[in-house]
């Protein structure tokens, strides 16, 4: 089946951790992306990539980092830094060509709580 | 800043009955714009997208374009329960700009 997974599903952190969350797709889609969503606030970007081993900066960068050393794989990083981490986080992914661009496919998703 | 304006609702209609959310953008050099359907505690599903001024049906959907007014709806015909979520619109910038931009999103709720 082609897809993007993401893992975990719940996370929980305690204040001064950093955490890890996955996003894998098969879908050989160039572009990945992080989303964080809360209550009433819509989609929000925190960083995106449309080829491995680059990436920029979206609207809420500040206390997160990812990598893109595969095609496949963009995970992100939670650092201690960020001081309000609870939130719903969505991976996407988009071809970059093609007949129809731009169209993000989202992951199931992974809450993060802070303890 | 780019921004994506919905009415945030909850918008109430009988089973049946047509549901009509609407979307407003700032960027004029937006090209490509999708309606998104999140059901409570899931993730968006992708249920249209259009790139031309006019209508494009899809179903019981309809998605409507009009870039002059910087004006993009989804109709919802013969409602049902299961349509009961929040929808997103998302808008692109022009040029080579893969980002999207998000509303809100609307709730719908449909009343058996």
């Known amino acids: 089946d082609g897809g993007i997974t993401q893992s975990p599903k719940y996370l929980f952190r305690k204040e001064g951790q950093n955490v890890t969350l996955s996003c894998e797709q098969n879908l050989n889609h160039d572009a990945m992306y992080w989303y964080r969503q809360d209550p009433g606030q819509g989609l929000r970007l925190i960083y995106y990539s449309q080829i491995v081993n680059d990436f920029q900066k979206g609207d809420i960068a500040e206390g997160y980092s990812v990598s893109r050393e595969k095609k496949e794989s963009f995970p992100l990083t939670v650092t201690s830094a960020q001081k309000n981490p609870t939130a719903f986080y969505l991976c996407?992914?988009?071809?970059?060509?093609?007949?129809?661009?731009?169209?993000?496919?989202f992951g199931p998703g992974t809450r993060l709580t802070v303890l | 800043q780019k921004e994506v304006e919905q009415n945030s609702g909850p918008l109430s209609v009988p089973e049946g009955a047509i549901a009509s959310l609407n979307c407003t953008y700032s960027?004029?050099?937006?090209?490509?714009f999708f309606w998104y359907r999140q059901y409570s505690g899931k993730s968006p599903e992708l249920i249209m997208f259009?790139?031309?001024?006019g209508d494009k049906e899809d179903g019981r959907f309809t998605a409507q374009l009009n870039k002059a007014s910087q004006y993009v709806s989804l109709l919802i015909r013969d409602s049902q329960p299961s349509d009961s979520a929040t929808y997103l619109c998302?808008?692109?910038?022009?040029?080579?700009?893969?980002?999207?931009?998000f509303g809100k999103g609307t709730l719908l709720t449909v009343n058996p």
């Open positions: 259009i790139y031309s001024n």
């Open positions: 998302a808008v692109t910038g022009g040029g080579s700009n893969y980002k999207l931009t």
């Open positions: 996407a992914s988009s071809p970059l060509g093609g007949h129809r661009p731009n169209e993000q496919f």
């Open positions: 960027d004029r050099g937006s090209q490509s």
